[in-house]
Every structure is written in structure tokens, then in C-alpha cells.
T-cell receptor
Framework: GAGVSQSPSNKVTEKGKDVELRCDPISGHTALYWYRQSLGQGLEFLIYFQGNSAPDKSGLPSDRFSAERTGGSVSTLTIQRTQQEDSAVYLC???????????FGPGTRLTVL | GEDVEQSLFLSVREGDSSVINCTYTDSSSTYLYWYKQEPGAGLQLLTYIFSNMDMKQDQRLTVLLNKKDKHLSLRIADTQTGDSAIYFCAESLTGANNLFFGTGTRLTVIP
């Protein structure tokens, strides 16, 4: 596709359920990033992939959060046993490689009831 | 960790200039960026400046960087209603993988 796409665009879930958020980066981009945007806060870095490896997971807030990337392309962010404080917009970005311009997807708005 | 700060709101009249400010704490920045976020959309890169520059102009946009004071600003000349959005400054640091973002400034342009 022409840009970074994310699905779903909106997700409402009940506390305690697991959710999966998907990111399709721009074709050929080796670097992929997940960020979280909470109300009134800036973007908080979660995890960085180079290819299928995640050399930097330092932003994941707890062990309920995990992510994987397959085929050097699609990435999935999984949140287990969701909590209300997980409610946020989750943004994915890709770049040709680390240090290059990051292109952002439209985000997934997650609401945990 | 790195702290990047912006004021939350700015209102201007259509046709006036807007100035959005950003301060940061870590001096090992390599590039500083301005992103625009419209409702329901991802972040769009507007412009960026290399950390050894002090000014960059791109059509209606002027970026000023005061490295001594760790202060970055974005000036939008002849602001239009289509400029209404949230503007984020962001910083890349030597050795860091991610960008560090400010809280965003919501710009409202009054017709």
C-alpha cells in the first residue's frame, strides 16, 4: 500500500480481555515502531523492530504487552488482560531503516471498559 | 529520560501568524521534527531541522532552533483554518532508536 495501515481503527473491549492490534508498514521499510498516545500526553515509545527482531522493547509498560513482526512486514501488538489504563491510541510507524523519517499510520483507538 | 514540553493550546485568527514553542532537556539531539496530527489521522511530518542549524524556512513554515536554550519553535505564516490540528515536536537523540515527543499543541484557527 501507499502508506502505513493499522487495524482495527477502533476497538472497544472489556477489562480483562486480550486484544491484538495490527500494523502493515510501508513495503520495504525495515524499521517499525509502536507508540502509545494517551489523552493529554505525548507519544510514548513502546517497541522498535529492525526486520523481525526487536532490539529495543524498553517502552513496553508491563509484561501484559508483547509484539511480534513476521516476514519483515506485518506487526502485531498484543495486550493481555487489558486494564482501563491501557485505553489510548496506539500508533505504528515505519521507516526505510533506523534513523530515517518515520511514517505514521492512523492509529487504533483502544477503549477498555 | 528525555523531557520534551509544549503548551497545550493555541488560538489564532485566520491570516495571523502562529508560533508554537517546544523545549527539551537532552542536548544530544541529532534532528528535531514538527509533526501535524489532524482528527482521525496519523502524524504527518511537516518539517525537520538538523541540530547544528538555527533556522529553516519552508514556504509558510519557519523553524527556529536555539540550542543553547534548548528551545524549538514553529512559525506558520498566514494561518488558515486548514492548519487547525495538533502539532507535535519530536527529537531524535544520538544512540536512541525512537523519537521523543512533546505533549502536542492544539492549534485552533478562528475564521
Amino acid at each position: 500500500g501507499a502508506g502505513v495501515s493499522q487495524s482495527p481503527s477502533n476497538k472497544v473491549t472489556e477489562k480483562g480481555k486480550d486484544v491484538e492490534l495490527r500494523c502493515d508498514p510501508i513495503s520495504g521499510h525495515t524499521a517499525l515502531y509502536w507508540y502509545r498516545q494517551s489523552l493529554g500526553q505525548g507519544l510514548e515509545f513502546l517497541i522498535y523492530f529492525q526486520g523481525n527482531s526487536a532490539p529495543d522493547k524498553s517502552g513496553l509498560p508491563s509484561d501484559r504487552f508483547s509484539a511480534e513482526r513476521t516476514g519483515g512486514s506485518v506487526s502485531t501488538l498484543t495486550i493481555q488482560r487489558t486494564q482501563q489504563e491501557d485505553s489510548a491510541v496506539y500508533l505504528c510507524a515505519s521507516a526505510r531503516t533506523r534513523g530515517n523519517e518515520q511514517f505514521f499510520g492512523p492509529g487504533t483507538r483502544l477503549t477498555v471498559l | 529520560g528525555e523531557d520534551v514540553e509544549q503548551s497545550l493550546f493555541l488560538s489564532v485568527r485566520e491570516g495571523d501568524s502562529s508560533v508554537i514553542n517546544c523545549t527539551y532537556t537532552d542536548s544530544s539531539s541529532t534532528y528535531l521534527y514538527w509533526y501535524k496530527q489532524e482528527p482521525g489521522a496519523g502524524l504527518q511530518l511537516l518539517t525537520y531541522i538538523f541540530s547544528n542549524m538555527d533556522m529553516k524556512q519552508d514556504q509558510r513554515l519557519t523553524v527556529l532552533l536555539n540550542k543553547k536554550d534548548k528551545h524549538l519553535s514553529l512559525r506558520i505564516a498566514d494561518t488558515q483554518t486548514g492548519d487547525s490540528a495538533i502539532y507535535f515536536c519530536a527529537e531524535s537523540l544520538t544512540g536512541a532508536n525512537n523519537l521523543f515527543f512533546g505533549t502536542g499543541t492544539r492549534l485552533t484557527v478562528i475564521p
